[in-house]
T-cell receptor
């Protein structure tokens, strides 16, 4: 079935450091790919998306490129801030009559001043 | 208006109580969802309504009963819950099932944090 794999474990880094969170996927169709962010005590917010191969999603300094050849959608930010501390979920959607999202396990990101 | 509004934000209930969670959206979306999220885990899909009809039930116990009174509202009725049902319940909505550029993008509410004693 459709699935998303995120790198294991929390990510702790210093302010202004470079952030990468790996995401790979398995899908039988042509998925749309998403990164959602969840700040403490809140619901999920869409951070960025890409709907076809080679598309680059970007928002708030974050970027991710839809790589069909490596089935990946890695999230990157060049200079993180303390306010970027949150849980980040990679997700995919393949239309089967409903927009079912398959989520990765999520990565807790902690940015230290 | 791009918000999904959920009430209440917090709910504490006993195992014999009956309560309801409510969700509202005014984006004209025709698909609405209930997810359950335990701490430090991704959301798990419970129900999907498409055009006000239940289209997906992910084998959820009958103590959870969804209802979609109209295209803007989604309720989750709770009865005889167990302590392990304590979680954050997230409502979401999306455009209809037609594959458009917005397909798959879900808009989530802030969630209702449920504690079952």
């Amino acid at each position: 079935g459709d699935s998303v794999t995120q790198m294991e474990g929390p990510v702790t880094l210093s302010e202004e450091a470079f952030l990468t969170i790996n995401c790979t996927y398995t899908a039988t169709g042509y998925p749309s790919l998403f990164w959602y962010v969840q700040y403490p005590g809140e619901g999920l917010q869409l951070l960025l998306k890409a709907t076809k191969a080679d598309d680059k999603g970007s928002n708030k300094g974050f970027e991710a490129t839809y790589r069909k050849e490596t089935t990946s959608f890695h999230l990157e930010k060049g200079s993180v801030q303390v306010s970027d501390s949150a849980v980040y979920f990679c997700a995919l959607s393949v239309y089967y009559g409903n927009n079912r999202l398959a989520f990765g396990k999520g990565n807790q990101v902690v940015v230290i001043p | 208006d791009t918000e999904v509004t959920q009430t209440p934000k917090h709910l504490v209930m006993g195992m014999t109580n009956k309560k309801s969670l409510k969700c509202e959206q005014h984006m004209g979306h025709r698909a609405m969802y209930w997810y359950k999220q335990k701490a430090k885990k991704p959301p798990e899909l419970m129900f999907v309504y498409s055009y006000e009809k239940l289209s997906i039930n992910e084998s959820v116990p009958s103590r959870f009963s969804p209802e979609c009174p109209n295209s803007s509202l989604l309720n989750l009725h709770l009865h005889a819950l167990q302590p392990e049902d304590s979680a954050l319940y997230l409502c979401a909505s999306s455009q209809d099932g037609v594959r458009t550029s917005g397909a798959g993008e879900l808009f989530f509410g802030e969630g209702s944090r449920l504690t079952v004693l």
